[in-house]
């Protein structure tokens, strides 16, 4: 009976078994086509943050693909607001990581060196010729660093957007405020985030994704 009453329902709809159960089937060709053609494109916060994290080249090359494919650009209020929240942290971030390989080398500069060197105990009758020696090495240190503090400059320049641009004119925030233009979704009304915080929670707890794996890493509250 129970059969019966199956079938006849899947009659009556006119759905195959394949539409009624379509998330456990792969895509066919002509659906993966018509994703990958016309499918809107939903960015996450970390690929609007990588762009800080890419050399200028990567950069470019993201950039272009999101230029050429701006009209199915399309990202949640939350990833903007996740974006503009951490945007400057990340910045200094990347940042900071150049300033201390720099840091790192010009701490042992001649003068760090000769204070370390001047430390080793002569005998008094070599003194004077072991002190020049150490002078000349630690002066010699310092010289061969120079090229890789310049060129760690040089690279900082090149790719990394430093905090008092972005403070003031982040050119990688300028471009994305033009792609998406009239493409961010709405915010949500108190009630509406109250209840997808709760869902999220639920997901949370159940290892269910999207976002699970977030939950050290992310506070949710009424403000998130």
Not at 4 to 15: D, H, P
Not at 162 to 181: G, N, Q
Request: net charge neutral.
């Amino acid at each position: 009976m129970l059969g019966r009453q199956a079938q006849t329902s899947v009659k009556e709809t006119g759905e195959e078994v394949r539409d009624l159960f379509a998330e456990y089937y792969p895509l066919t060709d002509a659906q993966v086509e018509e994703c990958v053609v016309r499918g809107t494109i939903v960015l996450d916060t970390n690929v609007l943050l990588g762009l800080y994290r890419f050399s200028t080249e990567e950069r470019k090359t993201l950039f272009e693909f999101l230029t050429k494919a701006k009209d199915r650009l399309w990202i949640p209020y939350q990833v903007a607001l996740e974006y503009q929240r951490t945007r400057l942290s990340v910045v200094a971030q990347q940042a900071g990581f150049y300033n201390r390989i720099v840091s790192l080398v010009e701490t042992t500069s001649a003068a760090d060196l000769k204070e370390r060197l001047g430390g080793i105990t002569v005998p008094d009758e070599v003194r004077e010729q072991a002190q020049d020696l150490l002078d000349r090495s630690a002066e010699a240190a310092a010289e061969a660093a120079q090229p890789f503090i310049d060129e760690a400059r040089n690279i900082r320049a090149a790719h990394v957007v430093t905090p008092e641009a972005a403070a003031k004119a982040d050119p990688v925030r300028e471009r994305l405020d033009s792609l998406f233009e009239g493409r961010v979704g709405g915010k949500p009304d108190d009630t509406t985030r109250t209840a997808r915080i709760a869902m999220a929670l639920k997901r949370y707890e159940k290892g269910v994704p999207p976002g699970f794996k977030d939950r050290k890493s992310t506070r949710l509250n009424s403000s998130h």
